[in-house]
T-cell receptor, first 110, second 114 residues
Framework: TQLLEQSPQFLSIQEGENLTVYCNSSSVFSSLQWYRQEPGEGPVLLVT?????EVKKLKRLTFQFGDARKDSSLHITAAQPGDTGLYLC??????????FGSGTQLTVLP | KAGVTQTPRYLIKTRGQQVTLSCSPI?????VSWYQQTPGQGLQFLFEYFSETQRNKGNFPGRFSGRQFSNSRSEMNVSTLELGDSALYLC?????????????FGSGTQLSVL
């Protein structure tokens, strides 16, 4: 059983569309990180959210941490082919290591 | 500053063999973690080393082991390989041992067990 559930698992959209990816858990996290992984590479950190209700923006990407710090979302505006990749959320539950979600594979078609 | 380096990039082994994977962290980083990534299970934590000591271990059988050297370089060993061990093995380093600190990942070693 995954501690962190991500949805959808797969997403294929046209260039210019908007999309939202979700990361949900029954556990409370001290912080939550979002990574993007491209084929043949390791994950790269995009953002860390710490405070409940926090919203962070990274160009066309908007990250939100739930008020109760149990869930998070990633919204991409006007997706581009360069956004294609595996998006992973990872939670810090004051455990001794990060717990990763199963990921959302995003494909943006030109 | 050089990133995290993993060698080899690709490896093909047969069942029953053993394999050793290597990871060189970013200079100055003392923590090295290992993850197994498969399409069905996502990233599963194997273990973390900090200053040559294993600090934390995931839920993997004893066939999976690791070590860290005084220069922070780390190796992971899998003995008596099984078909289910086929996966991308990722190494990640961070400067200190804090859990929420940013992880820097290598490109991984793709292991295929035939």
């Amino acid at each position: 059983t995954q501690l962190l559930e991500q949805s959808p698992q797969f997403l294929s959209i046209q260039e210019g569309e908007n999309l939202t990816v979700y990361c949900n858990s029954s556990s409370v996290f001290s912080s939550l990180q979002w990574y993007r992984q491209e084929p043949g590479e390791g994950p790269v950190l995009l953002v860390t959210v710490v405070t409940g209700g926090e919203v962070k923006k990274l160009k066309r990407l908007t990250f939100q941490f739930g008020d109760a710090r149990k869930d998070s979302s990633l919204h991409i505006t006007a997706a581009q082919p360069g956004d294609t990749g595996l998006y992973l959320c990872a939670g810090d539950e004051r455990a001794r290591q990060l717990t990763f979600g199963s990921g959302t594979q995003l494909t943006v078609l030109p | 500053k050089a990133g995290v380096t993993q060698t080899p990039r690709y490896l093909i082994k047969t069942r029953g063999q053993q394999v050793t994977l290597s990871c060189s962290p970013i200079s100055g980083h003392r923590s090295v973690s290992w993850y197994q990534q498969t399409p069905g299970q996502g990233l599963q934590f194997l273990f973390e080393y900090f200053s040559e000591t294993q600090r934390n271990k995931g839920n993997f059988p004893g066939r999976f082991s690791g070590r860290q050297f005084s220069n922070s370089r780390s190796e992971m060993n899998v003995s008596t390989l099984e078909l289910g061990d086929s996966a991308l093995y990722l190494c990640a380093s961070k400067r200190t041992g804090q859990v929420g600190e940013k992880l820097f990942f290598g490109s991984g070693t793709q292991l295929s067990v035939l």
